[in-house]
């Protein structure tokens, strides 16, 4: 079953907080596995987040590269009109935010059955992809 992570399981993988210790450690299996997706707006997403100046630990621009690097050998979806496309499809028909309503249409696109994320509600299916709360 190929699964797609959301930008929150990446950005777990290298959190420091105390109160994230579980959900780092959740976070970094599922990176390891060998069946994940990833699109470019998640890889985007990452490197902002990971990288800004507000964030309690910001990573410095050679280890989020080099993160990203390390992560492009995961199938990465490329952002394209048809996915566009179909967010918008999906935040008209859902109600969701453009972006997660992006991610969504990315792992469809991907063929994903399962879209592993903390944003969305879990077990909600969105055109064919499951919503997938890890640390539940």
Known sequence: MTAFLDTTILLYSISTAADEVSKRMRAIALTDRDDCVVSVQVLQEF??????????????????????????????????????????????????????????????????????SEDLSHGQIVEGVRIVDPFR
């Open 47 to 116: 490197y902002v987040q990971a990288t800004r100046v507000s964030r309690t630990d910001p990573l410095p621009h050679e280890l989020a590269a080099g993160l990203i690097k390390t992560w492009l050998r995961f199938r990465v979806q490329d952002n394209t009109v048809p996915i566009l496309q179909g967010a918008l499809e999906i935040k008209r028909a859902f109600g969701l935010s453009y972006w997660d309503s992006a991610i969504i249409s990315a792992a469809r696109e991907a063929g994903c059955s399962e879209l592993f």
